[in-house]
């Protein structure tokens, strides 16, 4: 073993993001860094009973209650956003570190004070954005540091498509448990990288398709105090391309956001045409090793830890604002009068 100490880890919702990714993430972590899954939280039997086939010798409940949290060093909080506020704030007042995923809170105010209660309990407080360990997410920001391409000048990100992820709730679509649709859950990852990426926001437009429910489109055009302007389209409902493009002075950087482990360059004055393999590539479930690593590491004091919660304040701010503004999509093929309707319905 790694370590004497084994770090004891509890999961905190058992849908489909722990049994896809945390769970099978987590499984090659187990001897080589000295860890075990000691406690399993879920209201849902079936689900308790499928995830503990991985975890056998882990507690099981449908109740926070029964969280030993004495016995645990580390919860991973993987049940719907609107519970994210609440959980993380009776496990940091217990003393627990926490691994949330997310988005982090439902809004601004409440992941500012998860981050309060955190630096008050002395526990890490790290937020799920595992994009930030693919390697082309440093690629880029390297390349937007440095100057081998010029100055980063635009960009355009479409993502999505008909929704298909094995929910094990309907909680992506309903207002009781979301603050909002694909923009808040999707675009939790592209705005966290976009600002990461290009700085603080200058203005934005942004349009959706909500109508007093939860969006399944949504459209932000953004401008950044850097001068990097560009638009942002998600979808939850419509087969979409899936690409980036990022514009530099000297050339044009495409990825596909299911592909993180290559990107193209076109290059402007020599017509040069590259593809750059990014290295070590890293499937989506590698990504969450190496933050759940990552996570671990920090608190055992071997790392500084690379995403902790304040890092996603930025975007999570843009995303109230943007709902805070929000206006209608164009429907041209609504009726005058349902067009006035649609648009009573907004806000």
């Not at 799920?128 to 390697?135: A, E, Y």
């Not at 979409?240 to 514009?247: C, F, G, K, S, T």
């Not at 902790?308 to 005058?336: H, V």
């Amino acid at each position: 073993m790694k370590n004497e100490k084994v770090l004891k880890i509890g999961f905190l919702g058992c849908g489909a993001i722990t049994q896809l990714y945390y769970s099978q993430a987590i499984i090659p972590l187990l001897q080589a860094e000295s860890l075990c899954i000691s406690h399993l939280i879920d209201p849902s039997d079936e689900r308790l009973s499928l995830l503990g086939k991985s975890f056998p010798t882990a507690i099981q409940s449908t109740e926070l209650t029964d969280f030993h949290c004495k016995s645990i060093d580390l919860a991973i909080i993987a049940s719907p956003q609107r519970f994210h506020y609440q959980h993380a704030l009776q496990l940091l007042g217990k003393g627990v570190h926490v691994l949330c995923e997310k988005p982090l809170a439902t809004n601004y105010a409440e992941a500012s004070n998860m981050i309060l209660s955190a630096n008050d309990n002395q526990r890490i407080l790290a937020v799920g954005l595992f994009r930030r360990f693919w390697p082309i997410t440093q690629y880029i920001k390297d390349l937007v540091m440095g100057n081998d391409l010029g100055q980063p000048l635009s960009f355009h990100w479409v993502e999505g498509g008909v929704f298909n992820w094995p929910a094990a709730s309907p909680s992506f679509f309903q207002k009781a448990s979301s603050s909002g649709g694909v923009f808040a859950d999707l675009g939790a990852h592209v705005l966290d990288l976009l600002v990461y990426w290009f700085g603080s926001v200058a203005s934005f437009e942004y349009f959706d398709d909500a109508m007093g429910g939860l969006e399944n489109n949504a459209s932000l055009q953004l401008h950044f105090d850097n001068g990097v302007a560009g638009h942002l389209r998600l979808s939850r409902d419509t087969p979409i391309p899936n690409l980036v493009r990022i514009e530099f002075e000297n050339c044009t950087l495409t990825f596909k956001p299911g592909i993180v482990g290559e990107v193209n360059l076109q290059f402007r004055h020599s017509q040069l045409t590259a593809k750059a393999l990014l290295h070590p590539v890293l499937s989506y479930s590698q990504s969450f090793a190496a933050q759940l690593r990552n996570v671990c590491r920090a608190i055992r004091g071997e790392e500084a830890l690379r995403v902790p919660a304040y890092e996603a304040l930025p975007s999570m701010k843009l995303i109230d604002n943007c709902y805070g503004s929000r206006r209608l999509f164009e429907q041209p093929w609504l009726t005058p009068a349902e067009w006035g309707m649609a648009q009573s319905l907004v806000h």
